[in-house]
């Protein structure tokens, strides 16, 4: 990953164990991190269970994450709706009341 700028780290919880993890905040030139503006990041590493969230400083935008027993399921991967196409109907539930 190419960090460019400063750089700076704190140590924080882990939003998935509970024990020490990383915070960074960092611009990087990174691809994927251009999506964020001015390609300035925060990540959070956790060694303890792998957990892993890289989010955009500017606007919280997530741009990679990991996490082991997490889906790995992203809407990006799958393509988009045609446009005017309605989204799929709920399932209705049927009531059955005992009497």
């Known amino acids: 990953?190419?960090?460019i700028g400063t750089s700076s780290a704190q140590t924080v919880c882990c939003p998935q164990c509970g024990s020490a993890a990383r915070?960074?905040?960092f611009t990087?030139?990174?691809p994927t991190h251009?999506?964020?503006p001015g390609g300035l990041v925060h990540q959070i590493e956790c060694p303890s269970c792998d957990?892993?969230?890289?989010?955009?400083?500017?606007?919280g935008q997530v741009v990679e994450a990991y996490a082991e027993g997490i889906s790995t399921y992203h809407h990006s991967a799958h393509p988009p709706r045609p446009s005017g196409q309605p989204?799929?109907?709920m399932a209705q539930?049927?009531?059955h009341h005992l009497e």
């Open 1 to 3: 990953m190419s960090q």
């Open 51 to 59: 957990y892993l969230l890289v989010s955009c400083a500017v606007n």
């Open 93 to 95: 539930s049927s009531s």
């Open 28 to 30: 990087s030139s990174y």
């Open 87 to 89: 989204p799929l109907k």
């Open 34 to 36: 251009l999506k964020c």
């Open 23 to 25: 915070r960074l905040y």
